[in-house]
């Protein structure tokens, strides 16, 4: 089975820091997806930013950037110029790429704080 | 475009009861899925709905059990209600078909048991 650690219950960063969150991962499939969502105190749950296994590059939107290592099984988020709408618990997920298994597979968690 | 909503918001029941919770998807979406976000445990996957059918199921016992409608909502149904149960439950819906299958999620419902 598939598991996903963020080893960083919570984070801080200064207003217009960059800060990165850590991400590993247990799979032993070769196609895979890996995505960052975050969830604000307002509960809803939404997509950051989501990754290709097969792809090399690293995804990026906007702030938000990833360094993904496929042999390392690291998938960590970096946000740049941190704004205080960033603050939010952050999740890494994972999803495998065969059919018939859909389900996202989560991490605890981050809290993220954005310092004035 | 709407998003993803459920009902209620809240919802409080006693040992034993049973809970009904209820999500409707995106318009066009044709996949719902459940999943369990109790006080340190994170987000667990609980069900998954496609098309009117049980596509996958998490590691739940079977009083947790739900159903897709035609219109493609649904509901997640909580038989015998124990005081673990208490956790938000977050409704996602995707169009399966679709690249990337991303999954949009809803509010969720924050089940109380007392």
């Known amino acids: 089975a598939q598991t996903v650690t963020q080893s960083q219950p919570e984070m801080s960063v200064q207003e217009a820091e960059t800060v990165t969150l850590s991400c590993t991962y247990d799979t032993s499939e070769s196609d895979y997806y890996l995505f960052w969502y975050k969830q604000p105190p307002s509960r809803q749950m939404i997509l950051v930013i989501r990754?290709?296994?097969?792809?090399?590059q690293n995804a990026t939107e906007n702030r938000f950037s990833v360094n993904f290592q496929k042999a390392a099984k690291s998938f960590s988020l970096k946000i740049s110029d941190s704004q205080l709408g960033d603050a939010a618990m952050y999740f890494c997920?994972?999803?495998?790429?065969?059919?018939?298994?859909?389900?996202?597979?989560f991490g605890k968690g981050t809290k993220l704080t954005v310092n004035p | 475009e709407a998003g993803v909503t459920q009902s209620p918001t809240h919802l409080i029941k006693t040992r034993g009861q049973q809970a009904t919770l209820r999500c409707s998807p995106i318009?066009?979406?044709?996949?719902v899925y459940w999943y369990q976000q109790a006080l340190g445990l994170g987000l667990q996957f609980l069900l998954w709905?496609?098309?009117?059918?049980?596509?996958n199921r998490g590691n739940f016992p079977p009083r947790f059990s739900g159903r897709q409608f035609p219109n493609y909502s649904s509901e997640l149904n909580v038989n015998a209600l124990e005081l673990e149960d208490s956790a938000l439950y977050l409704c996602?819906?995707?169009?399966?078909?679709?690249?990337?299958?991303?999954?949009?999620f809803g509010p969720g419902t924050r089940l109380t048991v007392l």
């Open positions: 318009s066009g979406h044709t996949s």
């Open positions: 996602a819906s995707s169009f399966y078909m679709s690249s990337y299958n991303e999954q949009f």
């Open positions: 990754q290709e296994a097969y792809k090399q």
């Open positions: 709905y496609d098309e009117g059918e049980e596509r």
């Open positions: 997920a994972y999803r495998s790429a065969e059919g018939g298994s859909e389900k996202l597979v």
